[in-house]
């Protein structure tokens, strides 16, 4: 996958303010400023301080960078990572501009690595890329008109780290309802029992939700999990037909149903900072074994997360 916005961080900046993050068995190479990665959640910032300082800013100029390895993640997922992480308030734009642009048959994909991406963000903790995640995924659902698959289902049960994957499920869950309440439902409510057999915790999580929505008073078949509502535009009677935005968000537990924390910081996003080099796989090749390259996630539990499309 490439995107239209892959330009944005092509550029001639390097030495000393760029890390170097490669991803995956293959070591795709990302170049981010160093500032910024730092900064956008703890997990980067202990790992990019752990990383030797260079002796001198010539070996800066010399090519000597700072490197960080993801194995276990996919690079396709990390370059959407990338793009929030640049472009948080655009980030739903760019999104959309993609699906314009993009290959039909490369809509799955995306969906997978933003799934990818909101068990990324939860592993290192960083709520912001999850919920952005998460929206998009919604939007994608509405656009498309998308069922959740039973492979889907499967996948964050069968696969996923319960902890990691609790807002994923949760989505999940209510689309399950949603489409077992709906039309042609004798062929999902089939394949229902099968994963309900399977998968004990995700017949409790679908329970639950229906027990959820009788106290609401919601009608199950017409409560869209697909369509969120920004609380600011809540009118009276839109939430028969969908879920408040933050529904699905990770802060959910702490901010209840006050305004969401992303809407307040996304009014304070710093200028975009200037654009970052990507180099050259022979670059990377050449000079790999000189750099210090540090496994961020050796000590996280080994989760590798597969496609599900
Ligand atoms: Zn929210």
Redesign the pocket.
């Known amino acids: 996958m490439r995107w239209s916005t892959s330009k944005a961080i092509v550029g001639s900046l390097e030495g000393c303010d760029v890390v170097r993050v490669l991803v995956g068995d293959e070591q795709r190479d990302f170049a981010i400023h160093r500032k910024l990665l730092s900064e956008s959640c703890s997990f980067f910032k202990t790992h990019i301080e752990a990383i030797p300082a260079p002796s001198s800013p010539q070996d800066c100029d010399d090519g000597e960078d700072s490197v960080l390895w993801l194995p276990n993640e996919a690079p396709d997922m990390f370059e959407i990572f990338v793009l929030w992480l640049y472009q948080r308030r655009r980030f739903p734009t760019f999104i959309d501009s993609a699906l314009q642009t993009m290959c039909p048959d490369k809509f799955r994909t995306l969906r997978t690595n933003l799934v990818r991406l909101h068990l990324f963000a939860a592993i290192i903790d960083l709520p912001g890329a999850q919920?952005a995640a998460m929206d998009t995924l919604q939007d994608m659902y509405l656009r498309f008109d998308w069922d959740m698959s039973p492979r889907f289902l499967a996948f964050l049960y069968g696969d996923c780290d319960a902890q990691h994957a609790v807002r994923l499920r949760k989505w999940a869950t209510a689309m399950l309802a949603w489409t077992l309440h709906g039309a042609d439902k004798a062929a999902a409510r089939h394949d229902a029992d099968k994963l309900f057999a399977a998968y004990p915790e995700l017949k409790a999580d679908y329970h639950l939700h229906l027990q959820k929505m009788a106290q609401s008073r919601a009608d199950v078949r017409i409560k869209n999990p697909q369509l969120r509502l920004p609380?600011n535009g809540l009118r009276s009677g839109e939430r028969l037909f969908g879920f408040r935005?933050?529904t699905f968000?990770?802060?959910?537990a702490t901010?209840g149903e006050g305004?969401?924390?992303?809407?307040l910081a996304l009014g304070h996003t710093p200028a975009p900072l200037p654009p970052v080099p990507r180099r050259d796989k022979e670059d990377v090749e050449s000079d790999r074994e000189e750099a210090d390259i540090i496994s961020p996630v050796r000590d996280l539990n080994e989760v590798s997360y597969l496609d599900l499309s």
């Not at 968000?249 to 959910?252: E, G, K, L, Q």
């Not at 305004?259 to 809407?263: D, E, K, N, V, Y």
Request: hydrophobic share 20%; with cysteine; charged share 15%.
């Open positions: 919920d609380a935005q933050c968000h990770s802060h959910r901010v305004t969401c924390p992303h809407a």
